[in-house]
């Protein structure tokens, strides 16, 4: 049977940042086969085991039947004392089953290094997470305070393949980015804008697109 990544369009997430925790996850669900046509939310009860700080996910099309889908998504901790390593990793969800669990650990990440504010988009098999900025989580000088030292912007893209479980790397991006707008269309993965330099609010008006096909980027007009 196959299982095609999916994360949806709305996702509400009861959070409580002073705890550093995710509850309470809301999914929006434009068409769901267990009801009418009409949307519906769907809730799903996530008491995670480590404390969260940093979720991210992606979004690819919806499509029946809904229990031939699965949801992949990035947190990373902010607790030194629950884990050794807060470093990012994936989770899947299986409506199914309303069950998660813990896939693999992102690659290309030292010990409590995190990749943060970049774009996760599934294509077929594959789920690319794209760009982004590298930080490092340090102890602060109170007894539970994570200080997060910003290092680089980051270029690098990697994929995951869900029906296989191996990650692999593909071609970088153009222009390195965070914070920046990411589709799937026809096939290819667009990005646009973001920011390129840490520190500075000034973003980007670059874009470029992704052919999987060919594993390069090719650059698009900019944004005016």
């Known amino acids: ?6 994360l949806f369009p709305l996702v509400y997430i009861e959070a409580y940042p002073c705890l ?4 309470l996850v809301f999914l929006y669900l434009p068409l769901c086969a267990t009801c009418s046509n009409s949307p519906t939310f769907t809730s799903i009860l996530r008491l ?3 404390p969260i700080l940093y979720f991210m996910g992606s979004i690819s099309p919806l499509s029946s039947p809904f229990t031939n889908y699965r949801i992949y998504t990035s947190f990373c901790s902010n607790d030194l004392l629950a884990t050794s390593n807060m470093s990012n990793w994936i989770e899947c969800y299986d409506p199914a089953t309303n069950s998660w669990h813990r896939v693999d650990r992102v690659p290309e990440l030292l010990e409590n290094h995190v990749r943060k504010d970049f774009s996760m ?7 690319y997470i794209i760009g982004g900025r590298l930080c490092h989580k340090v102890l602060g000088d109170g007894p539970y ?25 593909c071609a970088p991006l153009g222009v390195p980015r965070f914070d920046f707008a990411c589709a799937v269309c026809d096939g290819k993965i667009y990005v646009a804008g ?3 330099t840490l520190g500075v609010a000034r973003g980007t008006s670059s874009a470029e697109m992704y052919d999987p096909i060919l594993d390069e980027w090719k650059p698009l007009p900019d944004m005016r």
């Open 48 to 50: 995670s085991k480590l």
């Open 20 to 23: 550093g925790f995710i509850r």
């Open 145 to 169: 305070e994570i200080v997060e030292v910003g290092l680089e912007i980051l270029s690098s893209v990697i994929r995951y393949d869900v029906r296989n479980g191996v990650w692999s790397k």
């Open 1 to 6: 049977m196959r299982h095609d990544p999916i």
């Open 194 to 196: 973001g920011q390129c």
């Open 121 to 127: 988009v599934s294509i077929g098999d594959f789920v």
